[in-house]
């Protein structure tokens, strides 16, 4: 009779005395606050997309498991649910639900349980679906509700252009800085969250709170983060010190638009982040790096999706070439 001594699964590999779901449900948690914020900024609509995109994403997580893949259909170990809820982070409140639906449809069924599910893709589920949406459909992905206005209604909401989007346009218009300074939000507007946007890119403070408990929890290190957001911050700063009249200052890029919601809650993904404490290094500077080159490159006014997808492409090369020496190999003498 045979007897499997030994399983190997594909990561996320615990080496403490945690779980894949209590992992998930801590995410989850330091994700609430920034939610609620979100709700009461953008109201029912917030909501509603929100509800959407964790229970399509529940839905096509199980369906798919059982009747294509045929295996045990484990939706409560809250990876279908962090997806469902990023997925909202990145969109409007006011994108039509039957959108949201679609979304979460390639975000679980193309970006997660076409590579095996949990452990197995090689790109953040989320954001394949945030990627594929404003594809598909521009219009709808980038008409970003005002701020308190429609908040209990789905229709008829008040839209206008992210504060990244106006410095751009502008920018193109040939505007100056000084002016266009004056058309967005100030610092503290960014920091508690008075801007237009996706529901999870409103308010730095509330997205660092959930930052702060991941932290305690131990879920994740401060490594890809902090770095992601200083090589923005360094980056951005050169430019900006070297012609402010073109270039927006380097605080400002790490307020607006998805810089944080992306390097605390996306970049640092366990099974599309590197294993190694060198490989964060390069992984995290190639994002903060590239999402500084379309924000002001580009033809989009944002870019830390693309930056992260582009980068998980690039972690099993990062895993391979980037390792610790092995123990007991020997050193060569110079």
């Known amino acids: 009779m045979e007897t499997n001594l030994l399983t190997v699964s594909p990561s996320p590999h615990i080496h403490q005395v945690q779980s ?9 948690i330091a994700l609430i606050p920034a939610f609620l914020f979100s709700v009461y900024v953008f109201g029912l609509g917030a909501l509603m997309v929100t509800l959407v995109a964790i ?14 893949i045929k295996r045990k259909a484990d939706i409560l170990d809250g990876s279908a649910i962090i997806t469902g809820i990023l997925l909202a982070f990145n969109v409007p409140s006011n994108l039509p639900l039957w ?4 979304g979460s449809f390639v975000a679980i069924g193309i970006g997660k349980m076409s590579f095996g599910g949990l452990g197995n893709n090689p790109f953040n589920p989320a954001l394949v679906g945030r990627v594929f949406l404003l594809i598909s459909f521009p219009v709808q992905m980038t008409s970003w ?29 040939g505007e100056s800085m000084s002016s266009l300074m004056k058309q967005v939000p100030s610092y503290f507007e960014f920091l508690i969250g008075s801007q237009s946007g996706s529901l999870g890119e409103i ?7 959930g930052f702060i408990y991941l932290l305690y929890r ?11 957001i200083l090589t923005m911050f360094v980056f951005s700063g050169l430019l900006w010190i070297g012609n402010p009249d073109r270039f927006i200052d380097p605080l400002f890029q790490i307020l607006s638009g998805g810089a944080m919601l992306g390097a605390i809650y996306m970049a640092t993904d366990y099974v599309t982040s590197p294993m190694t404490l060198r490989g964060m290094y390069i992984y995290a500077i190639g994002i903060g790096v590239i999402t500084v080159l379309i924000r002001l490159f580009g033809a989009y006014p944002e870019g830390v999706s693309f930056a992260i997808l582009i980068l998980n492409a ?14 007991g190999e020997k050193v060569k003498n110079g």
């Open 203 to 209: 308010s730095a403070l509330f997205l660092m709170v």
């Open 145 to 173: 509700p005002v701020p308190f206005q429609g908040r209990m209604s789905l229709a008829d909401t008040v839209t206008g252009a992210t504060p990244l989007g106006i410095i751009k346009e502008g920018v193109k218009n």
């Open 99 to 102: 959108i949201v639906v679609i």
């Open 55 to 68: 229970l399509s994403s529940l839905l096509f997580e199980y369906v798919i498991a059982k009747y294509i």
């Open 218 to 228: 131990k879920v994740i290190t401060w490594h890809i983060p902090v770095i992601i």
């Open 314 to 327: 690039f972690v099993p090369l990062i895993n391979k070439y980037i390792k610790p020496k092995r123990f």
């Open 20 to 28: 894949i779901p209590k992992i998930m449900y801590d995410v989850v």
